[in-house]
């Protein structure tokens, strides 16, 4: 069954240095997501990603975010200069029709 | 008006018991309704979903019950299974971008 994969699953980093987090999505899939999840909190959309352009974006997702999809099958999640509170996990999900979304296992970062 | 609330944060059922998780919003502009099952080190898996013109869906022990005037719906799992102990979260679908808006979740575990 295909699948959504994201890499590292672990992710850990100085606080202000940048990290970039992998996302391959299912291969028909058109959306593109990206979400976070601070430990114990909601899960947060930050950005969502339709023909090679930002959707929508939301209040988290601000100038040290970036999104790329360089070669068609890569999706990546950029974050400029870490911060603390950037520690989460960040799920990517994908869809076909923007509906019913996929996601990946996550990847846990942990700013020190 | 972006807020889905979800109660209870935890429930314990003892097997073969019925395990309900409710969830109620305030957007009419919600139109899809997902239910999301969450394992450990795990992203979340879709489970079941409901559109607002439909007031009952069944999947296998899964049913979601759905009402549209009280802008509320749940998730009932009959015959619950130690193999159902997870975190559920309720979403809705919003926007043109079709962003999902997360309820708290609901850790769930089943007694064998």
């Known amino acids: 069954e295909p699948e959504v994969t994201q890499t590292p699953s672990h992710q850990v980093t100085q606080m202000g240095q940048e990290v970039i987090l992998r996302c391959v999505p299912i291969?028909?899939?058109?959306?593109f997501y990206w979400y976070r999840q601070i430990l114990g909190q909601k899960v947060e959309f930050l950005v969502s990603?339709?023909?090679?352009?930002?959707?929508?974006k939301s209040e988290i997702f601000d100038d040290q975010f970036s999104v790329e999809r360089p070669d068609g099958s890569n999706f990546t999640l950029k974050i400029r200069s870490t911060k603390l509170e950037d520690s989460a996990m960040y799920f990517c999900?994908?869809?076909?029709?923007?509906?019913?979304?996929?996601f990946g296992a996550g990847t846990r970062l942990s700013v020190l | 008006q972006q807020q889905v609330k979800q109660s209870p944060q935890s429930l314990i059922v003892q097997k073969g018991g019925i395990s309900i998780i409710n969830c109620a919003y305030e957007?009419?502009?919600?139109?899809?309704f997902p239910w999301y099952q969450q394992f450990p080190g795990k992203g979340p898996a879709l489970l079941i979903a409901?559109?607002?013109d439909v007031s009952e869906k069944k999947e296998g022990r899964f049913t979601i019950s759905f009402n549209k005037s009280a802008k509320q719906f749940s998730l009932h799992i009959m015959d619950s299974q130690p193999g159902d102990s997870a975190t559920y979260f309720c979403?809705?679908?919003?926007?043109?971008?079709?962003?999902?808006?997360w309820g708290l979740g609901t850790s769930l575990a089943v007694n064998p």
């Open positions: 999900a994908s869809s076909v029709d923007s509906s019913i979304q996929y």
């Open positions: 409901i559109r607002p």
């Open positions: 979403a809705a679908l919003a926007g043109n971008n079709r962003k999902l808006i």
């Open positions: 957007n009419t502009a919600f139109d899809y």
């Open positions: 291969s028909n899939h058109l959306y």
């Open positions: 990603f339709y023909n090679n352009e930002i959707s929508e």
